[in-house]
């Protein structure tokens, strides 16, 4: 008996380790690295919060969106105006680009309380359309398809400045993301995405929680624009097309839409791979949209679900062969 309880010591003290040495090599990646591979780990940062964001509003509300990139567009143009246009500092605008996504947020989900699955997904592809659409037509405002030229967060030489900013904010967004789905509200939210009228019927109130999910996850993604939008240095309509959509909810599903963390390392791997295969030129997105595929047909709830399940089996059966060997 003793020695199975020393060998679950062990199991603790190997996986400290290994969560100090992954801390250590996050910490110190800008040093290990060239400035290409910094720039790849800024942006994966961005779309991590982006992706862990609608994984909250899709995978634990049930509200299943195709305008989040549209509120990241939208919190980038708000930041990036109000700094060049009125000369507001920086971090002001990016508050005012999360306050005003929140605002916006909240009023789509307001707009949709009636409409479900693909009702919503259409009228969010549509919301997403037209801010483009805007965006285009303004050119005196936003500098349509030219794009906006905007003020940089950092004026240094190197990217690790925006890398460990978007660390923080990256670290920040999920404590509260974490906070909020293990409060009494994330069970109001799980409750309404397994059967809203059974939720009804408990005395939750569905309309209120939809709306405050579209609020507070568009107001996540107001804040990745801001910061990607300081970071890049120049707005495009591009940044709030239907095609980085479907890159976010791809990372979302390949990691795990269920699972604030698992989507995380979702967007975190998907962006590495698909800068690891850029040599592969159209190549990528086919070897990408498969491993989509893949996901879909034999792991549902992500691939990396399905590899902790496997780790968590494998090291229970370690466990009790050690217990009998005892």
């Not at 009702?119 to 005196?140: D, G, K, P, Q």
């Not at 107001?219 to 910061?227: D, H, P, Q, V, Y």
């Not at 604030?260 to 850029?278: I, Q």
């Amino acid at each position: 008996m003793r020695a199975s309880w020393i060998g679950v010591g062990w199991i603790g003290v190997g996986r400290i380790g290994v969560g100090v040495a992954l801390g250590v090599l996050v910490l110190a990646f800008p040093s290990l690295v060239n400035a290409y591979w910094l720039t790849v780990a800024i942006l994966a940062l961005f779309y991590a919060i982006v992706t862990a964001s609608w994984a909250l509003l899709a995978g634990y509300a049930g509200q299943f969106s195709f305008g989040h990139m549209a509120f990241v567009s939208l919190g980038a143009y708000t930041s990036g105006l109000l700094v060049m246009s009125f000369g507001v500092p920086i971090p002001l605008g990016i508050a005012a680009g999360v306050v005003l996504c929140a605002v916006v947020g909240a009023g789509i989900g307001y707009i949709c309380l009636r409409m479900r699955g693909p009702y919503l997904a259409l009228f969010t592809v549509a919301f997403s359309e037209v801010l483009r659409i805007v965006i285009v037509s303004e050119n005196e405002v936003t500098g349509g398809s030219g794009g906006l030229e905007v003020t940089p967060l950092f004026h240094t030489r190197s990217d690790a400045p925006y890398y460990y900013l978007g660390l923080v904010l990256l670290a920040a967004s999920l404590g509260l993301m974490v906070w909020l789905v293990r409060s009494r509200w994330g069970l109001f939210f799980r409750a309404i995405r397994e059967n809203q009228e059974a939720a009804a019927a408990a005395g939750v109130k569905v309309l209120r929680f939809r709306v405050l999910a579209f609020a507070i996850t568009t107001s996540f993604a107001g804040l990745a624009g801001g910061f990607f939008g300081h970071y890049i240095g120049i707005l495009t309509p591009d940044i709030g097309s239907v095609d980085q959509m479907g890159l976010v909810v791809a990372m979302a599903v390949i990691g795990g839409a269920e699972n604030l963390f698992a989507a995380t390392v979702g967007a975190l791997l998907c962006e590495a791979l698909v800068e690891a295969l850029r040599s592969y030129e159209q190549w990528r997105l086919v070897l990408f949209g498969a491993l989509l595929l893949l996901t879909i047909r034999f792991a549902r709830n992500g691939l990396l679900a399905l590899a902790y399940q496997a780790l968590k089996q494998r090291g229970l059966r370690g466990l009790v062969a050690r217990r009998a060997a005892s």
